[in-house]
């Protein structure tokens, strides 16, 4: 033990100070409700532990919070202290793992700037103080990137992971999209096709071990397996609506209804939330919402500029005629297809992401096999999750490790190599 803090000494720390500070600032300046929804899980989760569970319905967040939220005011008599303290521990545990899901990947000095970005992010700072059930199923996602990111990923880690991720679905169901992106990260990773069914089944199966009370209690509760439904999250907060969809929306029930009650609404809404309204949460297009941002949010697209250059570092990406073809066609397809179907203030970034991604996928080989999780995350999420337009910041934190990660590399590798090189060529 003394070991390990003696050669640990510095992202632990980075984490007790993370701790004290926000804990001064959550329970002796901080001493109120700040959201409607931590007083709503709450009272909902005293009626499902008093067994009246049939009344209790949630739109767009699983029982699992409210539930804990009870317990640990049966256990300690003052819910407001616990659910803050819960909210402190979880967000500590992530400065603390996002250091070592780093330091899977690449040197301490990598890690510790990293973690220093996860530790200064003034996003996580307000989760941190709330009482509120946003930051505990995050930790749980950050540790299984921890098991997917390890150089020799084991069957117990498998296991594991799948475990995590179950049990921070009982909370936030984006983790979900988290296990699709590391299935999808296992099939590619082993060229053996059984190897493959195996580990992906094991997490799968895992995942649905850890989440299976939940799929229980709503089917011995409502008589259905899943009971959120994401179509209501689509009528409130859809950029895009029409007088006839309205209206059959609030009077359908289901995803499906959501999606295919007029197809053509649904795809002018799912590309705006995926090229603008839910990676602005992430890169900082404009002032409209509070975001994760590794700066305070002064400049615009600086968490893009930072990734990018991080990212074409991580690629290896060598610039000679193919590449260059490449980038070029993918760079006027993609504008052409926005200028003639979309809408180039609202569809800019796709002109951006999408020449990555293909000049990504030609280099795939070339990048560091515990790396890949972490970029094929950020993808994955977004293809799936932008269905809906996301509500705040905290929704993207399940992929903010992989933005942190890229512009860490950025500012201990991309930038010292280009000043030594600048540096050398003025001396020649």
């Known amino acids: 033990m003394i070991n390990f803090i003696r050669t640990n000494k510095y992202p632990i720390l980075i984490s007790v100070i993370f701790f004290i500070i926000l804990y001064q600032v959550a329970f002796f300046h901080h001493i109120y409700w700040a959201d409607f929804d931590g007083i709503h899980y709450f009272h909902s989760g005293e009626q499902i532990i008093s067994g009246h569970g049939a009344n209790v319905k949630f739109a767009n967040s699983p029982l699992g919070g409210p539930v804990l939220f009870s317990i640990l005011d049966l256990i300690f008599e003052d819910a407001?202290?616990?659910?803050?303290?819960?909210?402190?521990?979880?967000?500590?545990?992530?400065?603390?793992?996002?250091?070592?899901?780093?330091?899977?990947?690449?040197?301490?000095?990598?890690?510790?700037?990293?973690?220093?970005?996860?530790?200064?992010?003034?996003?996580?700072?307000?989760?941190?103080?709330?009482?509120?059930?946003?930051?505990?199923?995050?930790?749980?996602i950050i540790l299984s990137l921890y098991f997917v990111t390890k150089k020799q990923i084991k069957i117990s880690?498998?296991?594991?992971?799948?475990?995590?991720?179950?049990?921070?679905?009982?909370?936030?169901?984006?983790?979900?999209?988290?296990?699709?992106?590391?299935?999808?990260?296992?099939?590619?990773?082993?060229?053996?096709?059984?190897?493959?069914?195996?580990?992906?089944?094991?997490?799968?199966?895992?995942?649905?071990?850890?989440?299976?009370?939940?799929?229980?209690?709503?089917?011995?509760?409502?008589?259905?397996?899943?009971?959120?439904?994401?179509?209501?999250?689509?009528?409130?907060?859809?950029?895009?609506?029409?007088?006839?969809?309205?209206?059959?929306?609030?009077?359908?029930?289901?995803?499906?209804?959501?999606?295919?009650?007029?197809f053509n609404l649904f795809l002018k809404n799912y590309f705006y939330n995926l090229f603008y309204h839910n990676p602005n949460l992430l890169f900082h297009f404009s002032d409209s919402a509070r975001k994760l941002t590794i700066f305070p949010p002064l400049i615009p697209f600086i968490n893009v500029i930072l990734a990018i250059g991080g990212l074409i570092y991580c690629l290896n990406v060598k610039i000679n005629r193919n590449t260059a073809v490449l980038a070029?066609?993918?760079?006027?397809?993609?504008?052409?297809?926005?200028?003639?179907?979309?809408?180039?203030?609202?569809?800019?970034?796709?002109?951006?992401?999408?020449?990555?991604?293909?000049?990504?996928?030609?280099?795939?080989?070339?990048?560091?096999?515990?790396?890949?999780?972490?970029?094929?995350?950020?993808?994955?999420?977004?293809?799936?999750?932008?269905?809906?337009?996301?509500?705040?910041?905290?929704?993207?934190?399940?992929?903010?490790?992989?933005?942190?990660?890229?512009?860490?590399?950025?500012f201990a590798e991309v930038i010292p190599k280009t000043l030594s090189k600048i540096i050398s060529s003025r001396g020649d």
């Open 328 to 410: 070029i066609a993918s760079f006027i397809i993609t504008t052409s297809l926005i200028l003639l179907l979309g809408d180039l203030e609202i569809h800019f970034f796709a002109i951006i992401i999408l020449p990555l991604l293909i000049i990504g996928i030609s280099n795939i080989k070339k990048i560091q096999k515990n790396l890949l999780p972490l970029l094929i995350l950020p993808v994955i999420y977004f293809l799936v999750i932008s269905i809906i337009p996301l509500g705040r910041a905290e929704h993207v934190f399940p992929i903010w490790i992989s933005v942190v990660l890229l512009s860490s590399i950025f």
């Open 80 to 140: 407001f202290s616990a659910m803050k303290l819960l909210s402190l521990m979880s967000s500590t545990g992530i400065v603390f793992i996002s250091y070592y899901v780093i330091k899977n990947i690449f040197d301490t000095k990598v890690a510790l700037i990293g973690q220093l970005f996860v530790a200064f992010n003034p996003v996580l700072h307000i989760s941190s103080i709330e009482a509120m059930n946003e930051m505990f199923p995050i930790v749980l």
């Open 157 to 262: 880690h498998l296991v594991i992971i799948g475990l995590l991720l179950g049990a921070s679905s009982l909370f936030r169901l984006q983790a979900a999209v988290v296990l699709f992106s590391i299935i999808i990260f296992l099939l590619i990773q082993n060229k053996n096709f059984q190897t493959k069914l195996f580990h992906s089944s094991l997490a799968g199966i895992s995942f649905i071990i850890s989440f299976s009370p939940l799929l229980i209690y709503n089917q011995i509760t409502y008589g259905t397996l899943v009971d959120q439904n994401s179509n209501l999250w689509m009528l409130w907060h859809a950029k895009y609506q029409t007088y006839d969809w309205f209206t059959i929306m609030t009077t359908s029930m289901g995803t499906a209804s959501g999606i295919f009650t007029d």
